[in-house]
């Protein structure tokens, strides 16, 4: 599951800036809705067909890996049938309120041969270690995020769908 934030420089100054914004918006849930394309694209990212390594993972056992690779299956960790990706992406379980987004794995999608091992996947089982799904994905998420934060007054900014839903609803409400 991922709960997003930021952990940014200049904290106090920033909480109050953004306590300043809260008072006039309230609501965020239009901006979670604006990214959630963007969240779908960086945990694709997290199953890449040919890379096992990127990720941070515990790799695959070299054995497992060849004969994934004899029945002419991607080496990729959590690629084979594409349905973990789809759990964690398209079908995660996204929970939006007025301050926070919530995204989570639905481990109730049958994987492979109806199996549901996303949960044992995500965290670990006796034969399968944990390989968190959204770790990249949340890095980047808030990269974006604090980037924008930062650059906000300056109108450069580099995650267009946070900067134009501030902007458009800061301007609604007249704060500068």
């Known amino acids: 599951m991922i709960v997003y934030g930021l952990d940014i420089e200049n904290k106090k100054e920033v909480m109050q ?8 918006l309230g609501d965020a849930r239009p901006l979670w809705q604006a990214m959630i394309p963007k969240i779908k694209e960086f945990v694709a990212y997290e ?8 990720k941070g993972w ?3 056992k070299k054995k497992y890996k ?10 990729g960790i959590g690629v084979r049938t594409g349905r973990l990706a789809y759990a964690a992406g398209e079908k995660a379980i996204k929970t939006l309120n007025e301050k926070s ?16 091992y996303a949960k044992s996947f995500h965290f670990g089982s006796d034969d399968i270690p944990a390989r968190n799904i959204y770790k990249y ?17 300056s109108g450069a900014t580099h995650a267009s769908f946070t900067y134009a839903w501030f902007k458009k609803s800061l301007q609604q409400q007249g704060f500068k």
């Open 47 to 54: 199953f890449h067909p040919t890379q096992d390594s990127h």
């Open 66 to 75: 060849e004969s994934k690779i004899r029945a002419g299956h991607a080496p």
């Open 58 to 60: 515990a790799s695959l």
């Open 17 to 24: 800036w953004l306590d300043g914004i809260r008072k006039c």
């Open 137 to 153: 994905t949340a890095l980047r998420v808030n990269s974006f995020l604090t980037l924008d934060f930062k650059q906000f007054n």
């Open 101 to 116: 987004l919530i995204w989570q794995l639905d481990e109730s999608i049958p994987v492979e041969n109806g199996e549901r």
